[in-house]
């Protein structure tokens, strides 16, 4: 063979070798492309997966949340009377009896209480400031701080040292769930429930009083209406006579007002 032929042989070798180098080369190539956006896909997969998830815990939390303000919300009349009924008190004042009630932040190692005006108005007109606040067998001194004859309410005083029950921000709404704690009849630690069923305006009183459902009498003047929150939305005053199921009681703010004990 010549030598011209075997260079030819040698070139198309050489030639052929390239060929299936770029053939390699280029399936290599696109097999990396066909990786590449296999795992592009994966990623946004699980990118969407990620958000998905996301989203289903966001609403998750949203619910619980949810829940957990409708249980916080839900009125346990038990649980009212476990957390206030040792704020509530008789008082003696003379020969009438009410109620009272421990109120805010302790003043100086003491309490503050309200009560109705007309519980203490014996005492209060004849010159005397000194009630006695009672429960059980317990009895302890205290003083009437100041008065507010219109809206029938009082602010007493004592050195002993009792929790204060908190106060409502927000007004009452008719139909809500309320309880009364008090001592009608002189009978310390009643509770009694119903519901608030209007404000209703009254000739004798400078704003509307609550109008409520839960059995009230004498003696219960004075006393906490709590919410479901167990708070104090207002001061029971009243009950209407010859009539079952309608109590009155002036709202908690008016007293916050007058006596910043709050």
Not at 225 to 234: L, M
């Amino acid at each position: 063979m010549s030598g011209t032929a075997r260079g030819r042989r040698g070139r198309s070798v050489v030639v052929a070798v390239i060929a299936a180098l770029a053939v390699v080369v280029a399936a290599e190539g696109a097999w990396a492309l066909h990786l590449s956006s296999r795992l592009g896909t994966a990623e946004r997969a699980l990118d969407s997966d990620r958000a998905a998830a996301s989203d289903r815990l966001a609403a998750l939390e949203s619910r619980a949340d949810k829940l957990e303000e409708r249980a916080g919300s839900a009125f346990d009349a038990q649980a009212i009377a476990t957390a206030t009924v040792p704020s509530v008190f008789r008082v003696a004042a003379g020969p009438v009896t009410g109620t009272a009630f421990a109120v805010g932040a302790k003043a100086g190692g003491g309490t503050n209480l309200i009560t109705n005006f007309h519980v203490v108005e014996d005492v209060y007109d004849d010159g005397g400031r000194e009630v006695f606040l009672e429960r059980k067998d317990a009895r302890w001194p205290a003083t009437i701080v100041k008065v507010d004859k219109a809206n029938d309410l009082a602010q007493l005083s004592s050195k002993a040292s009792f929790a204060g029950l908190a106060t409502a921000a927000n007004g009452v709404r008719t139909g809500q769930q309320i309880a009364v704690v008090g001592a009608p009849l002189g009978l310390t630690d009643s509770v009694t429930t119903g519901v608030v069923s209007a404000m209703r305006p009254m000739d004798d009183s400078p704003g509307p009083l609550i109008q409520f459902s839960a059995p009230i009498n004498p003696g219960n003047s004075g006393g906490p209406v709590i919410n479901s929150a167990k708070q104090v939305v207002g001061v029971a005053t009243a009950k209407a006579q010859d009539a079952e199921g309608i109590g009155l009681a002036v709202p908690i703010d008016v007293a916050c007002r007058l006596f910043p004990v709050c």
